[in-house]
């Protein structure tokens, strides 16, 4: 064990940036042999902070951060959930398309126009709506024909305002679904941001109480 | 990367690389990572750029610096979180080490040396906790050794004074 003369005599070559490894190890090694010197008390602080600070060890438990993968699975929920309201809603909606090509097609069939004639006595209200979807559903169905002389052909007759009630629930019954979609992605964007601002928060505070 | 070289030069040395990692990022997750990261590359290097390295230490080290800045500035993470929660510490090691004033005093210590200026902090860093060569540190981050003698002294200086007016207060009271 040095004496108080040699340790101190190292200290001060320690100050300046003279010492050598190895005496340096001499250093540490009597700052933590629990028989310090009272006059060099005041120092052991600095020598128990790096023996401290040398024995903390790499031990990695986890496989990747917590919160990027919570992330992941809200956006992946939401993502899976608006592509499978999407998907059922096309199946619906071409189901419909097909369903409408079938009646135009054949026409000249009573039995349907029957069919679609209670149909449309049933729904009355829709009826004034019915421009805008047969204009989207007609171009699929008229082939070869002109446009225009199909309109002014089709129109008047109850097979089309037969097909615009179905076709225009299932237009509303999509547009409700994509609306509730796009809600749902906002609110959980927003949610995530408040989410991420809050934990930044949480952070600064810890941060300036572990300082303070 | 041979398998043998691996584990006698890299993995022994794997609490250096993270300590070294934590110290600049400030936070042990990113600096786990960048352990991680770390190894996997070395890993991965061709067996000719292996046989080029002499010292492997200062090797991984200089990869340890260059994956935490990136990290660091990537991120913007900043350095002030702090390294209590991560101390081992041993009772009984001192006869003064198991006093109250003293335990809150070697905690004081490490946060004057995390607070000072980034290359002092790691020049100390390197050599008083890793135990490196003056010219291990110039090569690890890239300065010159009187750069090395400079940023040390400046770092010991700092610290000597703050704990000493710190240890002074406290004998006021």
Known sequence: MKNFSDIQALLDRYWEGETTLEEERILKAYFGSGEVDERLHAIAPLFQALREEQNIQYAKTRTAPLKPVMFNWQRLAVAASAALLLSAGLWWWTGKEKQATEYVVHQPAPETRQDTQLKSSALPETNEKSTAPTEIAQPQVATKEPVKKRKKAELPKPKTEAIDPETEAAMEEIKAALALVSSKLKKGKQEAVKGAIHLENVEKISRIRSEG | ?173
């Not at chain 2, 996997?40 to 080290?61: D, F, G, L, R």
């Not at chain 2, 050794?145 to 040390?152: A, E, F």
């Open chain 2, 1 to 173: 990367m041979n398998q043998a070289i691996f584990q006698q030069h890299i993995f022994p040395i794997r609490h250096k690389l993270f300590r070294f990692a934590l110290r600049i990022t400030g936070s042990a997750h990113e600096a786990e990572d960048v352990v991680q990261e770390v190894m996997e590359k070395i890993w991965k290097s061709p067996a000719e750029q292996s046989e080029t390295v002499q010292n492997w230490e200062a090797w991984c080290m200089t990869l340890t610096r260059n994956r935490s800045l990136d990290k660091t500035r990537s991120q913007s993470l900043r350095r002030t979180a702090s390294l209590d929660g991560l101390t081992e510490r041993p009772n009984g090691t001192s006869n003064q080490a198991s006093t109250v004033e003293n335990r809150d005093l070697a905690d004081q210590v490490k946060r004057m040396m995390q607070d000072l200026p980034e290359k002092q902090r790691l020049v100390m860093h390197l050599r008083d906790i890793e135990e490196l060569s003056y010219e291990e540190i110039a090569e690890v981050l890239n300065i010159s050794l009187d750069q090395v003698k400079v940023n040390l002294h400046r770092a010991r200086k700092t610290i000597r004074e703050q704990l000493t007016a710190t240890v002074n207060h406290i004998a006021t009271i």
